[in-house]
């Protein structure tokens, strides 16, 4: 058996003709022969207009409520589709998250998937040609509905492949034609890529790529599968997510990735001595910030500077958590005007000289950099918001992409 899982989004789904145009994909792929579990999407806007209406309701609504309204949001679109399969005269299903059953810890929400017994979908697979899924949710052991985060559905696909065993193709159908070396609003001469790493591809969607959830890559490369990211409105083959090899090292960079999304907190003339590190990280921890890059200056006279990014949206609660952790220091400052700028590429795990080429680049462009921060296969600045479009269009011209 065959099988191939074909994930449509929100915007591939929108309404009855996008839903037909998803159908012809369907159906040729139910043609050349394989057996096709889709992975949907709730309808474009669905889940934001469910979330809203939650908090209409009220201040706080209760989370695991929540995750059994937002999934509704998935169940129209699979019984609309599983419907207009059965017009075409395919054998179709539907299949909710509940009753594969996709087993999910029970962080409402922003639930991880544990298990998924694939065994229902291959023996459904022996009845059906296409079984249609809901992406996004599953439940938990004791029967609670739960969700995955947004954009999970993304990651219900890739897990679906791997649980259906080696050798099941995953697409991931959107409506852009691949994965871009950078944004094309940004840059115009951004252009789709052919092939990306695993890791490339972790980089590039975690730092504001927004092309799938982060934890699908995880997933893929966890299980090997294969990911192919393409468009539901063109023939085009699309972006493949693979495992890296040796053409892919001899490319230094393939892509410059940007996050609009920092904010800057310094904390000035902090008391240097041990402990001092974890009496303002480990609060933030707890309280479930995440923090990015951290530079702590060189000491004079026991005394140094604290500066970290975390999401503008946790800027509040991160100084409100420092105010309560009366950190030993004289101030504190903090700035949200700030983007990043990350060159990616696993080419860099063996060539020397990309940060040289980085910045003097941006040196050349006139671009101060607040922050540097490095990993194996990036390195990320922090730069002005307004020196953003700039340094991206800089970048993408110095390592020729
Ligand atoms: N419908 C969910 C969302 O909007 C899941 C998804 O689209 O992948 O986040
Ligand atoms: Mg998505």
């Not at 037909?20 to 040729?28: D, G, I, N, P, Q």
């Amino acid at each position: 058996m065959r099988i191939l899982v074909q994930k449509f989004g929100g915007s591939s789904v929108a309404d009855l003709e996008c839903m037909k145009k998803v159908r012809a994909k369907v159906l040729a792929a139910h043609e050349e022969g394989y057996k096709v579990v889709v992975v949907l999407s709730a309808r474009y806007g669905q889940t934001n207009s469910l979330l809203e209406r939650a908090y209409q309701w009220s201040d706080e609504p209760d989370l695991a409520e929540l995750d059994v309204l937002l999934t509704t949001g998935e169940q129209e679109s699979v019984a609309l589709f599983a419907m207009l399969l059965k017009d075409a005269g395919i054998k179709a299903r539907s299949f909710l998250g509940f009753q594969i059953p996709l087993i999910s810890d029970d962080a409402f929400g922003n639930a991880r998937i544990d298990e998924i017994d694939a065994a229902s979908l291959r023996k459904a697979l022996e009845t059906y040609d296409v079984l249609v899924v809901a992406g996004f949710q599953g439940r938990t052991r004791d029967m609670r509905l739960t969700t995955l985060g947004r954009g999970g559905s993304d990651t219900s696909a890739v897990a679906l492949a791997a649980a259906l065993g080696e050798g099941t193709l995953c697409d991931i159908y959107t409506d852009v034609d691949g994965v871009y070396t950078t944004d094309p609003r940004l840059c115009k001469d951004a252009h789709k890529v052919d092939r990306i790493s695993y890791d490339e591809m972790l980089e590039m969607a975690s730092m504001g790529a927004k092309v799938l959830q982060i934890r699908s890559v995880e997933i893929a490369e966890k299980y090997n599968v294969p990911v192919r990211v393409r468009s539901t409105f063109s023939n085009d083959p699309g972006t493949l997510l693979t495992k890296e090899d040796s053409m892919m090292e001899s490319v230094l960079v393939s892509g410059i990735a940007f996050d609009k999304d920092q904010a800057r907190v310094t904390l000035c003339d902090v008391r240097d001595r041990p402990g001092i590190a974890a009496s303002i990280f480990s609060p933030l921890g707890e309280a479930g910030i995440v923090v990015d890059m951290i530079i702590q200056t060189a000491s004079r006279d026991g005394v140094t500077d604290m500066a970290f990014t975390v999401s503008r949206k946790d800027l509040k609660r991160t100084l409100d958590t420092l105010g309560k952790a009366n950190v030993e220091c004289s101030h504190i400052e903090s700035a949200q005007n700030i983007s990043k700028v990350s060159v990616v590429g696993v080419g860099m795990r063996n060539h020397s000289g990309a940060a040289g080429r980085v910045f003097n680049a941006l040196y050349k462009a006139g671009v101060n950099l607040i922050m540097i921060s490095t990993s194996e296969v990036k390195i990320s600045c922090l730069v002005d918001d307004a020196d953003l479009e700039l340094a991206v269009n800089v970048l993408h011209k110095e390592f020729n992409l």
